[in-house]
């Protein structure tokens, strides 16, 4: 298929003749077209421009004119990019959220050894989650066509177990994976497959874990699908003799002669936060289901599945999830919840009890039922629906929590440690 390429004159008048107040010079420190994968497409159109400059950096993006003038035009971000031909300022970092979300993550930093910054947009391929795509010029990026396979995770553990952090560092990871194809970028070792017409992330897994962390999280996805939650599918393959969990890809969906992308964002882009200690403060449930009901074209039923969410965490003691995770998704012009993907027990001592990372209700982020229960309203919940949707979670987890990690493979001196924080 051959991609049109822009004309220069179909972007805003503003921006081919700049006034000095408002220019989007090409001398820029960053200037980068920004593409997007239109709803059950593979290909990528021009959107927009982005541009980065000035010290500290400060981002402006602008929608082009004629991706405007589309009828099939979408959103970037339902809140904070909606479609305008208005020019945005950046916010966090000098950047836009659903910018942020399309870059380059710790794991691909770590492994190609650069600095973090707006750089990774033009590095960023279409690999990455979501539906966005960088580049210096016109010409669209071409979807990705070929992936590993998943007979590939043993030579790619191979390569992993072969090289020292430091020459992973100097050395690019990804020249030694199977006909160069790079991993997902992640806080650890992760890369994409292919399994039919399905794409999976491989997650290869962490030293120094209290207990099996891949076949502990595999089994926590299978009950919150047991409490009547939307978790993504998981498996695990063994791999030179170590447990790698398999999560599905929902962003990607096989349309004939290639995968279809879904827009995604991530919680900080919906909360217009980011991920430092000052921003921590406005981590909250409560915020975050403010934000869904504006952005959703189902509330009711997300803010439903996202006080579920809630209410599994704290019955299994998730404390560390916080608003880094992709928590909306676009498969068509809509924005949904998106498939809870990384709900795992947070490892407690014995008898010890700890607090969420995010805001859960009025007295805080004491994750205790009448804390949670006090802000259902935020949800769109009354009181007692709000009760039947806790005890009903609470119940199913504390009635089925270890079988369904022995089912898994967890062992019972895994399930001992895992009881701290679930069998309560």
Not at 79 to 98: C, N
Not at 107 to 130: C, M, N, P
Not at 196 to 212: C, E, S, V, Y
Not at 273 to 297: C, F, I, K, N
Request: aromatic share 8%; charged share 25%.
């Amino acid at each position: 298929m051959v991609t049109k390429r822009a004309r220069p004159d179909s972007w805003p008048a503003s921006r081919a003749r700049p006034h000095a107040s408002n220019r989007f010079a090409m001398t820029s420190d960053y200037d980068r077209f920004v593409f997007v994968a239109l709803p059950g497409r593979s290909e990528y159109v021009v959107a927009g421009r982005f541009r980065m400059s000035g010290d500290p950096p400060m981002g402006e993006f602008i929608y082009g004119h004629s991706y405007l003038s589309r009828t099939d035009a979408v959103e970037l971000d339902p809140v904070h990019l909606t479609l305008s031909g208005r020019v945005r300022k950046g916010s966090v970092d000098g950047l836009f959220g659903a910018i942020r979300d399309a870059r380059a993550s710790s794991w691909g930093r770590f492994v190609k050894g650069r600095q973090d910054g707006a750089e990774y947009l033009v590095q960023s391929t279409t690999d990455y989650g979501g539906a966005l795509a960088f580049a210096r010029g016109l010409e669209a990026p071409a979807p990705k066509r070929r992936y590993n396979a998943v007979g590939d995770l043993v030579r790619i553990k191979a390569a992993l177990d072969a090289a020292a952090p430091e020459e992973q560092r100097d050395a690019p990871l990804w020249e030694t994976l199977p006909q160069g194809r790079r991993p997902v970028e992640a806080s650890a070792p992760r890369v994409i497959v292919e399994d039919g017409r399905t794409l999976w992330i491989a997650k290869f897994p962490q030293d120094g874990m209290i207990w099996n962390q891949t076949r502990v999280r595999h089994a926590t996805l299978q009950l919150a699908r047991n409490c009547g939650l939307d978790a993504v599918p998981s498996r695990i393959e063994v791999v030179r003799g170590e447990d790698v969990l398999l999560v599905r890809r929902y962003d990607r969906a096989w349309v004939g002669d290639g995968y279809a992308c879904s827009r995604l964002i991530s919680g900080f882009t919906l909360l217009g936060t980011g991920d430092t200690p000052t921003a921590e403060h406005d981590w909250s449930y409560l915020t975050l289901a403010d934000q869904v009901r504006r952005a959703s074209s189902h509330p009711r039923e997300d803010l439903r599945e996202l006080f579920g969410r809630l209410c599994f965490n704290a019955a299994i003691s998730y404390l560390t999830d916080d608003p880094r995770h992709p928590i909306m998704v676009a498969k068509g012009t809509g924005w949904r919840l998106a498939p809870a993907s990384s709900p795992a027990p947070t490892p407690l001592a014995e008898g010890k009890r700890g607090d969420f990372t995010m805001i859960c209700g009025p007295a805080g982020r004491s994750p205790n039922r009448e804390n949670i229960l006090a802000g259902a309203g935020r949800f769109l919940l009354d009181r007692a629906a709000a009760e039947a949707i806790f005890d009903r979670i609470s119940r199913i987890v504390q009635s089925s929590w270890y079988d369904a990690m022995r089912s898994s493979g967890v062992s019972v001196n895994d399930c001992d440690l895992v009881g701290r924080s679930i069998g309560r």
